[in-house]
């Protein structure tokens, strides 16, 4: 079993920055690719940003290109997310996903709240 904790959310104004990190913990993250999702308040989980087992590709939203960088440390197993120049529709709670060959994993969440 992998578990995944996600951290880094807040409250920012428009404009601002948060960095998102999503730890694994019970597996290699190295054998996964890894994904980070939103989902805002009364709307459905979207694909946010992805990258590939070994970082070399990545592929995001056309909502957050230029803006986010997905990112990974597998000797930490961690991903990371930055997110720049953030905007009110930009407020949802971030989940974490591991893409396994059987199965994949979620983490719990991390809210992140852009105020105008």
């Known amino acids: 079993q992998m578990r995944l904790v996600e951290s880094g959310g807040g409250l920012v104004l428009a404009g601002g920055s948060l960095r998102l990190s999503c730890a694994a913990s019970g597996r290699n993250l190295r054998n996964y690719a890894m994904g980070w999702f939103r989902q805002a308040p009364g709307k459905e989980r979207e694909f946010v940003a992805g990258?590939?087992?070994?970082?070399?590709?990545?592929d995001y939203a056309d909502s957050v290109k230029g803006r986010f960088t997905i990112s990974r440390a597998n000797t930490k197993n961690t991903v990371y997310l930055q997110m720049n120049s953030l905007r009110p529709e930009d407020t949802a709670v971030y989940y974490c996903?591991?893409?396994?060959?059987?199965?994949?994993?979620w983490g719990q969440g991390t809210q992140v709240t852009v105020s105008s």
């Open positions: 990258i590939s087992v070994n970082g070399g590709n990545t």
């Open positions: 996903n591991a893409e396994g060959s059987s199965r994949n994993y």
